[in-house]
Structures are given as structure tokens and as C-alpha cells.
């Protein structure tokens, strides 16, 4: 499968920028006052005095805080602010290249170095407190949902996208405050890295605790291509809709295009 480009140098604080950006505002604003690794990205006419909803992505495994650009574009290049902290483990054969622990002690870094990321774009970007997301693909998906069980309260929905429910011992619980938490599980037909034997499990973990999870599963009208574990625009047209229909408080439907279905790529190994 596809890489994310390896030739990117290797920068602690990086920002996306957009041409149609107001570029003193996004010179002032180039990093969060954090030590995290991280990229940030703005929106397309950005507005410096708009409240944003802020997007925080977890990549792949095999990859980087860069696959973040090739998300936002396809997800949605105006209505979000959003950052993707660096995963916590080196993989051994790519000196750029990461990826997601599985342990409990890995968790607990994702979810140290989210929030401090999430901090940071409070105290440094015109952010709504009150429509922060958490977002991943693959095993940054299982990732996005365990954090937002663990802080329902402060998170306004949660995206994962072929990421297999979470299950560590205790991470439901706080299931009483998680049946609030609005979370789109969405998976593409043929899939390894999240099977319809996950996408069961979930389906019926989440009837039972009384979740508020919507779920998709996709696959390509031509299927012109096989990669059923690769990230596609169909996924993430639906993931828009869910994020937008949360922030203006209104239905959203989720079914996407098929027809113009096909890969964002160059994504990491899941």
C-alpha cells in the first residue's frame, strides 16, 4: 500500500497554509505554544475573528502529522481549523514515519498529547470551545473514540473512519456520559484493517450501552480499485456532513456520492 511522502523535513511546529489565507495573520499564528509534534492546518479564507470548529486528527499507523493536508482538503478546506499531534512510536524502518502504540500506557499518550495540543489552539486560535472533534483513521480512529469516551463532556463528536471500536478493559466507563457522545463509526466493504466482523461488533456494543453512534458502511459504485483499507473521499464527504450537522444542530445525511468515490492518499500501513 501507499506511504505518506517520506521526503517531508522533519518539523516540530508546522502550519498548512492556503494561499487564500490572510498570510500576516497565518505568519503570526505558524505553531501552538506546545512541545508536541504537530501540524496545524487553516481553513481557506481564514477569518482570524470567527470562531472555528476545531478538527484534531489522529493519523495512520506508518505515517506522520502530515497526512493531515490530504485529509482536510478532501474533508473540507473552509469549515475547520484543525491539528494532528505525531504519534508516540518511531517506526524502526522510516526515520519520519510513525505510528500508534496499543497498550494502555500508549493510550494515555495519545490522550496526553491531544489535549495538549486542544489547549494550546484555545489559548492561541479563534477556536469554539464548544465544537472541538476528535478524528482518525485506521488505528488513530479506535484512538479518537477511547479519548472521547474518556472526556464525553468535552468533546463535541468523535469521526472514526476504519478504526475498530476500542477494546481495552474500562474504557466504557464512563458509559452514562458516553451515550451522549455523537460518533459516526464508518468502514468500506472488503476491508482488513476494520472487517465487517468489527463493523458487527461495534453495531452491537453500541445497541447495547445505548451509544449514540451512526454507522456507514461504503464501498465504490465502479470499484475501479481494491484498496478497501485506504481512506477515500466518500468516507470523509461523510464525515463532513456528520461534523456540519453537529455544528449547525441540524440532520445530516450521510450517504456520499459513490460514484465519485476514490482515494485522498498517500496514506500509512493500518
Known sequence: MNRIPTLLAPVVQNVSRSSACDKREVDRLTHLTTSVHHRLYYPTNFVPTYDYP??????????SEHELDYVMNALSDQNYLAVAPRANRRCKSKRRIFKWGENVLD????????????ESALDNLPVRSDRIFLAGFGHGGTIAQWIGWQSPDSVAGVVSLSGPMPSLVGSMTQWKSIKELPVLFAQRKGATICSETDLSY???MAHRSSLSY????LRSEQDSFGEADELSTGMLAAANRFLMGIVTDSESNLCPEVSRDHLVGPFGIN
Do not use: P, T
Not at 54 to 63: E, F, K, N, T
Not at 107 to 118: G, H, N, Q
Open 54 to 63: 476545531l478538527v484534531v486528527w489522529l493519523h495512520s499507523q506508518d505515517s
Open 107 to 118: 493510550y494515555a499518550f495519545a490522550e496526553d498529547v491531544v489535549w495538549e495540543c486542544i
Open 202 to 204: 461495534a453495531m452491537h
Open 214 to 217: 451512526r454507522f456507514l458502511q
